[in-house]
């Protein structure tokens, strides 16, 4: 089966500087990916790359069987984005964003009713709040609202940059669930996550894959975990490129249990 | 297409309704910018009734900025421009769901102006459906050259002050078609506004098609 991500040297550029600078990364069917690094290492840059936001300029990047060197707007009706900002209309209440989104996306107007109601009750946008206006919201509602439009979308693919910011206890509990239902319906899911410290993996991620400086680079191996609960094996770390710098060597990132593999480019 | 286009107009439309921009200042703005006119050539009506139509359409074209500035707004708040960019819609319905959307808040606007001048320069509303042709076809010219330039200047660090300087000029040919027309009806020979008319429809045709193409570029270089 062919990977729902597949980057080889992908390169991107804000005006002269590398934001990606030669990430190479394979995320297969139904995985779920956690993507660690600290602030600048390129996790924002590779989701907005895989969902078409952002121009690739040289490598290749094939999502979802659409190379996006060749066509950066065919794979976003089947990718769900969760960025920093909402993307969000403030003037319309949540409901009427949500509708507008289901709609943009290609269903039918009772389609869309449906989904959007289905979407805020899973993530508890329920009493005054579909009627509220955005603008209203607090900044962990909103957060919500943002979640529940990607929800509702369905997609094949969900990119979430750092979702549990901003979020409760209760409501960090529902997205994980949310994720954990991705996968089950045969979505992948690649996410980063600030919230949970730089050197934790996200518990349901089946592998961390380390970022910096606009590469993937190697995680360094687990402290003194080699096996799950379940027995199955952490992998080992392989040797660090050359030329890939090494921010995290003096504060090495931990792979959880849950973690499985490490992808080097 | 056509069905983003509505989606799209019915959105912005909506967001017009409830943040009431287009009600509280660009109608006030355009209204303000009539009367100063009135102040600047003074009370006398024998000159200010053959430059009504020049004002008026001089008072739409600088509410067109303000108009499409807003337009573009909204979808620079917490990014909501990436959102249309990956929503699915088409690049096309959304640049001519944006433009109608502006149309019909230019209308209203053009609207309330026509009676400005009529009590406030003394304006004979003679050859009513060459006004109103007028406003239709230039309202679209308007709105489909503004949104090309508000989405080439929505990326842009200094777009408060670029959007005019990219839309005015271009729009000139709009503002002599439709003033030379709404002359023609002022002076009661309406029948000789038809090449002006005509003018202004190739515009409006000419920058809906631009629109149409450019549009999805523009917005992703944006």
Redesign the interface.
């Known amino acids: 089966m062919a990977p729902a991500v597949s980057l080889r040297d992908a390169v991107a550029l804000a005006g002269r500087f590398p934001l990606l600078a030669g990430v190479t990364l394979d995320v297969g069917e139904g995985e779920i990916v956690h993507l660690s690094g600290p602030n600048g290492a390129g996790k924002s840059s590779l989701l907005r790359l895989c969902?078409?936001?952002l121009?690739l300029r040289s490598g290749s990047a094939v999502v979802l069987g659409h190379d996006l060197a060749l066509d950066?707007?065919a794979v976003?009706?089947f990718?769900g984005?969760l960025?920093h900002?909402?993307?969000?209309?403030?003037?319309?209440t949540v409901e009427?964003n949500l509708r507008?989104?289901m709609?943009?996306?290609?269903s039918d107007a009772e389609e869309a009713k449906r989904r959007s109601q289905v979407a805020m009750a899973r993530l508890a946008l329920s009493g005054r709040l579909p009627a509220t206006?955005v603008a209203k919201l607090s900044a962990g509602q909103r957060r919500r609202a943002a979640l529940a439009?990607v929800v509702g979308r369905r997609p094949r693919l969900w990119l979430l940059d750092e979702p549990h910011a901003g979020l409760d206890h209760d409501a960090r509990v529902v997205l994980d669930e949310i994720i954990s239902e991705a996968r089950a319906g045969g979505a992948t899911v690649v996410l980063s996550s600030h919230e949970l410290g730089e050197s934790d993996a996200h518990p349901l991620a089946d592998r961390v894959v380390h970022l910096a400086g606009g590469r993937v680079v190697q995680a360094p191996p687990a402290t003194g975990a080699v096996a799950d609960d379940a027995g199955r094996p952490v992998a080992a770390p392989a040797a660090r490129p050359a030329t890939a710098p090494a921010p995290e060597a003096a504060n090495p990132p931990r792979l959880t249990p849950q973690s499985e593999a490490v992808h080097v480019a | 297409m056509l069905r983003?286009a509505a989606?799209v107009c019915g959105?912005d439309l909506?967001?017009e309704l409830?943040?009431k921009i287009g009600l509280n200042q660009v109608a006030p703005f355009a209204a303000t910018v009539l009367l100063l006119f009135g102040l600047a050539l003074g009370p006398n009506r024998q000159a200010l009734q053959p430059a009504a139509a020049a004002l008026f359409w001089i008072a739409v074209l600088l509410s067109v900025v303000l108009a499409v500035q807003r337009s573009f707004a909204?979808e620079s708040?917490?990014?909501?421009r990436?959102?249309?960019?990956?929503?699915?819609?088409d690049p096309a319905g959304i640049f001519l769901g944006k433009g109608a959307a502006i149309v019909a808040q230019l209308l209203a606007l053009e609207a309330l102006l026509t009676v400005g001048v009529a009590l406030l320069f003394g304006a004979q509303l003679s050859g009513g459906l060459v006004l109103l042709g007028t406003c239709v076809t230039a309202s679209i010219g308007l709105a489909a050259v503004g949104v090309v330039y508000g989405v080439l200047s929505s990326g842009a660090r200094v777009k408060e002050t670029l959007l005019p300087l990219l839309l005015l000029p271009v729009a000139a040919p709009v503002l002599l078609g439709a003033t030379k027309a709404w002359d023609e009806a002022l002076a009661g020979t309406p029948g000789q506004a038809g090449v002006w008319l005509s003018l202004l429809a190739v515009f409006a045709v000419a920058y809906v098609a631009v629109g149409s193409v450019a549009f999805?570029p523009l917005l992703?270089g944006a």
């Open positions: 969902c078409g936001l121009p950066r707007r976003r009706l990718v984005y960025g900002e909402s993307f969000l209309y403030d003037e319309l009427e507008f989104a709609r943009a996306s290609g206006p439009v | 983003d989606l959105k909506r967001i409830r943040s909204v708040a917490d990014s909501a990436d959102g249309l960019r990956l929503s699915g819609l999805g992703e």
